[in-house]
């Protein structure tokens, strides 16, 4: 496939993309989003107090330094760490994207948005998890169909990635 054919299909991807990347952002910084279930006063949180595990009111009395940690308090913290460095990630893959023109940084970016996806869907029904999911969403459609596309033109081509024609 020419490099124009490539860039075409990458510059077509890439506005919904960062879109999407743009909207999660949002949801993150700005949003409000469900504290834990066994802390006490649920009400709504940032997400940094989401990673951080203070979501308890100032008013509180907390008893040994807040909620039992058990393995669920660690795994709740850890996915919303996670979520946070795979949208750095989904940045640096736009960038590399635009930059190499290749099929490895929207194959990265479908994961990401896959992944993005199932995370917020099973947090619940606030404000931050949803604008996550449509976001994810958006990342998810415009990486898998630029890749898509890119793997369809390939194939078409008899090409490979380096350009160089297949010997089958």
């Keep these: 496939m ?3 054919r490539r860039m075409t299909v990458i510059l077509g991807s890439v506005p919904i993309i960062t879109l999407g990347l743009l909207i999660v952002t949002y949801a993150i910084l700005r949003a409000p989003w469900p504290s834990d279930p066994m802390s006490p006063g649920w009400k709504p949180v940032s997400h940094l107090e989401r990673v951080k595990g203070e979501q308890h009111p100032p008013d509180a009395v907390v008893i040994m330094n807040g909620p039992d940690k058990d393995l669920m308090w660690y795994a709740r913290r850890g996915m919303d760490g996670i979520v946070v460095l795979m949208l750095a990630l989904g940045y640096v893959c736009v960038v590399l994207a635009l930059w190499q023109s290749g099929q490895r940084p929207l194959m990265v970016l ?4 896959g992944l993005g996806v199932f995370y917020s869907a099973f947090i619940g029904l ?3 998890p949803i604008l996550t999911m449509g976001g994810f969403s958006l990342v998810l459609f415009g990486a898998g169909l630029g890749w898509a596309s890119l793997q369809q033109w390939s194939a078409q081509t008899g090409t490979t990635t380096n350009e160089t024609h297949s010997t089958a």
């Design 2 to 4: 020419s490099n124009f």
């Design 110 to 113: 479908t994961v990401i948005g």
């Design 126 to 128: 606030y404000l931050g």
